[in-house]
Structure formats: structure tokens, C-alpha cells
T-cell receptor
């Protein structure tokens, strides 16, 4: 079974500082990994994905994520946080084609708060 | 760019009533997914369809059913509604089974 853990319910960071939102995963095959952001009363917005290739993935709005197979992690990062980045961030995983199924399994979400 | 369209956006029902949620995927997307997000919770996968056939099934109650039509839109039918069915229901679509899923704005269902 596939699963995702987001160990932090909330992350606080000052505007202009770098931010990291943590995610670890568990899958039986090769992982397909995703980050989504959710603003209040809005749908989930796709940020970036890792399927294969470079371990550093660049996505929307200046976000990037680093895939680390040995640590089974896929942490979301941004060099300089903005107040407008404040939102709920979800990490998600799915097994690759050999794992069967195509559903996303989400983590419990991390609330990011960027303060002036 | 066109996005996933869900209707209605808000729905209020009484217990034991039925509800139908509709989802219109991004043009040329052939795969549709349904997720349920309870208050303060992460989205939980319900069911998905690829080329009008069910492709995966999650924690969907037997009271719920869904299908994908020839124009690729999908409908989630919910019967004998319970208070616990109150949630945000998201539809997502993708091009093929293994590409990123793009989510609609959701339908907020309230069961009284």
C-alpha cells in the first residue's frame, strides 16, 4: 500500500526566508510524487511532480522539490517565501505503472504561514 | 486555459435524499477521478474512470455510484445521504492514467 507522511501540521516562516515543507513516502514500486497547494475554499492546485530523472524538480511559483530515494523523501522548498504563499500544502504519491491503480494518496497537509 | 468544471458548487440536502454531482474534465483529458475531503482532512480517493471504464476504486460507499459518459464527463450519484457525507467533493482529470491530475474547484455538499 502507498502512503505519505507530512510530519509538520504547520510551518511558520518570515517573508524573504527560505521555506521547507517535509514529506516522506512509502510505495511498493517506483514512486510518482506530487505537491499540491490549497487556498481556503478552493480546489487543489498542482505545483510539481517527480516521475523520473533529475532529483531536483522545479515547479510553479518558484517552488522546487528534491527527491531523495535513500531517505524516501520529497521535500518542498522555496528560496524566498512570500506572504501570498500562505496556504495548505499536500504531498501526494502514487505507485508507478507496475504498482497498479492510479489513485493519489495524500498526506495530512501542512499549513504554511508566511509572516511579514 | 480551460479547467475542470464541477457543478453544482454548493448543494444542501436532507438525510436520506439523493444527490448527483457532475464533472466536466479538461478538454482531451480521458481520465476522471473523484475525491472526498472532509472538514480539516486530506482528500480521500473514491473512484476513477479511464476511457469510460472504471480504472480504480477506493473507499467509495455502496450507496454511491459513478460513471463516465461518451463525452468524458462524469457523474457521482449519492443515495440515502447521511450526515457524514457532508464534505467537499473534488473531481480531477488527467491525460492518460499516469500524468498529473488537475482538480476542479469542488462541490461542497451539506447534509442536514
Amino acid at each position: 500500500a502507498q502512503s505519505v507522511a507530512q510530519p509538520e501540521d504547520q510551518v511558520n516562516v518570515a517573508e524573504g526566508n527560505p521555506l521547507t515543507v517535509k514529506c516522506t513516502y512509502s510505495v511498493s514500486g517506483n514512486p510518482y510524487l506530487f505537491w499540491y497547494v490549497q487556498y481556503p475554499n478552493r480546489g487543489l492546485q498542482f505545483l510539481l511532480k517527480y516521475i523520473t530523472g533529475d532529483n531536483l524538480v522545479k515547479g510553479s511559483y518558484g517552488f522546487e522539490a528534491e527527491f531523495n530515494k535513500s531517505q524516501t523523501s520529497f521535500h518542498l522548498k522555496k528560496p524566498s517565501a512570500l506572504v501570498s504563499d500562505s496556504a495548505l500544502y499536500f504531498c501526494a504519491v502514487r505507485d508507478g505503472p507496475t504498482g497498479g491503480g492510479n489513485k493519489l494518496t495524500f498526506g495530512t497537509g501542512t499549513q504554511l504561514k508566511v509572516e511579514l | 486555459a480551460a479547467g475542470v468544471i464541477q457543478s453544482p458548487r454548493h448543494l444542501i440536502k436532507e438525510k436520506r435524499e439523493t444527490a448527483t454531482l457532475k464533472c466536466y474534465p479538461i478538454p482531451r483529458h480521458d481520465t476522471v477521478y473523484w475525491y472526498q475531503q472532509g472538514p480539516g482532512q486530506d482528500p480521500q480517493f473514491l473512484i476513477s474512470f479511464y476511457e469510460k471504464m472504471q480504472s480504480d476504486k477506493g473507499s467509495i460507499p455502496d450507496r454511491f455510484s459513478a460513471q463516465q459518459f461518451s463525452d468524458y464527463h462524469s457523474e457521482l450519484n449519492m443515495s440515502s445521504l447521511e450526515l457524514g457525507d457532508s464534505a467537499l467533493y473534488f473531481c480531477a482529470s488527467s491525460s492518460g492514467l499516469y500524468n498529473e491530475q488537475f482538480f476542479g474547484p469542488g462541490t461542497r455538499l451539506t447534509v442536514l
